[in-house]
């Protein structure tokens, strides 16, 4: 079975403009979770989606948006990037919502602002 | 809220010699505790977790940790490390309830494998 699949795999920017980061998750998880990780940190959870229902979200602000598509796959946007928004962004894919469910992680898409 | 503390940020050993990696955790509520590995240039991927029951925890590729309460830590061990190992280790806790199933990671200990 694939696994989770992210696309760009790699993205260049500059300031001002607008991102789509797109995941597919694995076929039958319905929870899809993103992450950004600034290079030298952990990654850092912004998003949870379940049932195309936004079930957390972490501490970024509302130029960060995301949504999830009938078929599961999810969006994420961002608008008026910054420099500091350069990153690897993760998406996470699990059956359910809950952590007692593994999370698969895509090799993620990395996003440069410049 | 919980956090995840990774005391090293790097951590060299010979090939074939013991490693601990240290996490240490808050949380004010009971947790579940995860170890993530992260090769280059890849995503993650797990190698173990603990949610309740036996306080040492068997993993993927060789690797144990051990739940310990009183010390809220969750070491990671391989008694014989190899080449493949070279990667950045991430440890991650997530609220055990429901409606707090976020995952919280430490900042990442690079493990580097010397022949």
């Known amino acids: 079975d694939a696994g989770v699949t992210q696309s760009p795999t790699h993205l260049i920017k500059t300031r001002g403009q607008h991102v789509t980061l797109r995941c597919s998750p694995i076929?039958?998880?319905?929870?899809v979770s993103w992450y950004q990780q600034v290079l030298g940190q952990g990654p850092q959870f912004i998003f949870q989606?379940?049932?195309?229902?936004?079930?957390g979200r972490g501490n970024f602000p509302d130029r960060f948006s995301a949504r999830q598509f009938p078929n599961y796959s999810s969006e994420l946007n961002v608008n008026a990037l910054l420099l500091g928004d350069s990153a690897l962004y993760l998406c996470?894919?699990?059956?359910?919502?809950?952590?007692?469910?593994?999370?698969?992680f895509g090799p993620g898409t990395r996003l440069l602002v410049l | 809220a919980q956090s995840v503390t990774q005391l090293d940020s790097q951590v060299p050993v010979f090939e074939e010699a013991p490693v601990e990696l240290r996490c240490n955790y808050s949380?004010?509520?009971?947790?579940?505790l995860f170890w993530y590995v992260q090769y280059p240039n890849q995503g993650l991927q797990l190698l173990l977790k603990?949610?309740?029951?036996?306080?040492l925890v068997k993993g993927i590729n060789g690797f144990e940790a051990e739940f310990n309460k009183s010390q809220t830590s969750f070491h990671l061990r391989k008694p014989s490390v190899h080449i493949s190992d070279t990667a950045e280790y991430f440890c991650?806790?997530?609220?055990?309830?429901?409606?707090?199933?976020?995952?919280?990671f430490g900042t990442g200990t690079r493990l580097t494998i010397i022949p």
């Open positions: 996470a894919s699990s059956y359910s919502r809950s952590t007692l469910e593994t999370q698969y």
């Open positions: 076929s039958g998880h319905k929870s």
């Open positions: 989606y379940y049932e195309k229902e936004e079930r």
């Open positions: 949380s004010s509520v009971s947790v579940y």
């Open positions: 603990y949610l309740s029951g036996s306080t």
């Open positions: 991650a806790v997530s609220g055990s309830f429901f409606g707090n199933e976020k995952l919280t």
